[in-house]
């Protein structure tokens, strides 16, 4: 650099006054001193957002601790896939928060795949909508068209008062009134029935909520109306397709079934987009369960359809949650008939069905009526057998030929001829000795004593009848199913059934009695069946009032002494008795 080159800052700096030096100089100090106290706040935020982290990650670390100790008591087949889930969750978000802290993160990884799939059934949901309102508008229904448009366009229109007063009209086959005053003026009036004004209930409704129903004589008096020819017939083609609506023909059907299905959509659409303030309970519970019932169970039916099964089926299949789905079909069918049926056969069609044990024995209950009715025809039972996997054939098949609703010679005759008809003779060897699941075995054979129990049967039976049980399969599940059917008789019953539990039908103790009973009294006794051990305290308290030396009372005394003498001397103390 030459002697004549010089900085042009140092230059400007020189021709600067004394005054503005001072001025410039007490600026930048200033800066400095805001730049130091930024990089403080800076500092002290950091170390905030690494202790709220810190803390959301030992946070998450204990949820993901307590979740696998309660997901550890489910069915062994399940619980290694659920923990494999809970570690793979548990570092991902460890991932997450340690990139968090390390400040570099990707924007992608922010997005879990749960709300990719939400964001996809949405706009999945809203491309179904349009398609729907088209196939209302082809079938002539007796809706505005502009009505419908405005649904396409927009689906939460849906849910205004305007429209929910048309589609209930559409639904019970009337005409809100404010639409025949706008379209055809008040000298169509004289044409409908009020169906809103009552003199009692509602005297003085609002205009906008009237609904109108044709006259019996619409037809007879239309041309005494005093109507142009062009109003006349669109108010004759509008009866018509009203007419149309109401009836049963296929078309007819076919707009119900589309509506059913436009409602379905919307509904589960509008909970997707408000699932902060819309209940769930609502909406897979009341709603969705209706309009699956309407569409694949209608009431004019007897059988189920293929084709309206398989529609229900890819509804069910927009619900992301695998328990909203199964809320859905377990609230179908709450009154019985073909609705009932319809819960059962959704239901194992299902993937996976993990209460296999209570489905099958409910679904052989309804479709098998107790005497004096008529077991079912076999092609009835057929028919609907039909509809399901080949695996819940054969379950269904083996659980019908083991029932004890009909007798077991017309139950073998049924499962057989079931079988013909659906053309399984080869497994007709299988299923004269059914090979049931466990778990639906140990159903039907505690159902049997759970039958004994509610019709007050001989507590010498019943105690005969749990003995067999046990001696058949001794387990802990099976001392527990006997607790529970023992809770649920009355408590005499309870105390005369235990009292014979320990004595076989040739006077001698039976060597299984002794851990059964063990079982029994430990229960009774704990603070967890407190309910049921006051009322059996009360029964016994009565018996000992009434005769203190009665034989139900010293038996039940003296086996209780005999398996724990504890427990016997605080039932003493409870009766009020001596303790020998």
Sequence with gaps: MTGSETDPNAAGLAQLSPESLSELRMQLEQLRAETRALEQDNKSLRLLVEKVIANRQQSHSELVVLLTTLVSKLPINDVGILVSRLVEHNNSVNHFLAALVRGNLETTAIEPAMLKNLEQVKQDLATAVGPLVQELIDLDVPL???????????????FSPGMARAWRCFVKGQLPRERI?????????????????????NARPKPEEIVLGFKSDFETQLPKCELSPEARENLLKLFQQAQLSKGSSDRAKAQKAAFQKLSFIIELLHYYQHQHTEPADVIFAQRLPVLIEQLAASGSQEQLDENLLRSAEQLLNFILNHDHRLMVINNIGKSGGIGRTLKCVLRLRLDKVPDLEQIVPEFVKHLIPVAPQKPPAPETVAALLHLLPADAERVMLKSIMATDRIRKEDAEALGKAVANTLGLKGILDELKSPVLPPEVERQIAWGKIHDLVLRRANPTAIADAIRDRIHAKYDAEEMKSCWVELTEADPISLIRVFSHLPYLPNGKTDPVARPLMETCVTRLTHEKYSATYLKVLNSLKSMHKAKPDSPTLVNFIALVKWIDAAAAQKICAGIGMPFH
């Design 144 to 158: 505005e068209s502009r009505m419908l448009e405005a649904v396409a366009a927009d689906p939460e229109c849906f």
């Design 181 to 201: 005053v706008r379209v055809f003026g008040e000298q169509a009036i004289p044409l409908f029935n009020d169906m809103t004004t009552d003199p009692k209930r």
